[in-house]
């Protein structure tokens, strides 16, 4: 079967440090001109919550773009618009159908912002996985392809579901107050922080450029449950 490890899960399984790159605009050659900039690029999010990029079929193309850059391509992951607000309750709101597109497109991963109770973790992880561990549908014509030329719809469904990253926004002060219990949730494979909206559901300013030093204490209270769970941070 081909190859599925990509780069951040290598960095990921090895305890390395993941460098990457933020991107907000779209377009097929900056999208690739970027994923070329350095070999120690592991990681190209595609921001479409804050970015100038559509969720479809904008981000498809920009994946395509990013893993055929060079043979041994960064990752590119998905930040939906969709918060984690939108699964509390009733199971999949707006979050499930964008993780869908954006998992379809051939994305190695998601980005879920503003993820404030376990509640709202399990349902994301279930919407990023196949039955029997989750809830995913399965289809989408371009996704093996954008794992590899040689990657068949049925090796990728067989791999998905241990190579498809699942990643969660805390910005919140109720996801500070439920943040070990996220990080614990079966199938969340990391969390990272919003550094400016929880300066600012903290009370404090945005970073200009550091966060303030009490909104330091907190990030260091995240980075302590996560890796406590046995998660990447």
């Not at 904008?58 to 992951?77: K, L």
């Amino acid at each position: 079967m081909p190859e599925t490890l990509h780069a951040l899960l290598r960095s990921f399984k090895s305890n390395r440090p993941a460098l990457g790159i933020w991107l907000t605009q779209g377009g097929f050659f900056h999208a690739r001109s970027f994923a070329q900039a350095s070999s120690n690029v592991s990681w190209v999010l595609v921001d479409c919550e804050h970015g100038l990029v559509s969720l479809n079929p904008g981000v498809a193309e920009i994946v395509a773009a990013v893993h055929s850059a060079t043979a041994d391509p960064p990752s590119a992951i998905i930040r939906i618009p969709a918060t984690g607000y939108g699964v509390e309750g009733q199971g999949s709101g707006g979050v499930n159908w964008q993780i869908k597109y954006a998992l379809d497109s051939g994305a190695r991963g998601v980005l879920v912002p503003m993820v404030s109770t376990p509640s709202q973790a399990r349902s994301i992880a279930s919407d990023c996985r196949y039955p029997p561990l989750g809830r995913r549908g399965f289809g989408g014509a371009y996704t093996h392809g954008n794992w590899g030329p040689n990657v068949t719809r049925n090796d990728y469904f067989k791999t998905a579901n241990e190579s498809v990253l699942v990643l969660v926004q805390i910005e919140t002060m109720e996801g500070v107050k439920n943040v070990k219990e996220i990080a614990e949730v079966e199938g969340i494979d990391g969390l990272f922080v919003g550094p400016s909206d929880l300066s600012i559901t903290l009370g404090y300013p945005p970073p200009s450029p550091d966060p303030h030093p009490e909104v330091e204490k907190v990030i260091q209270k995240i980075l302590d449950a996560t890796h406590g769970a046995g998660k990447k941070w």
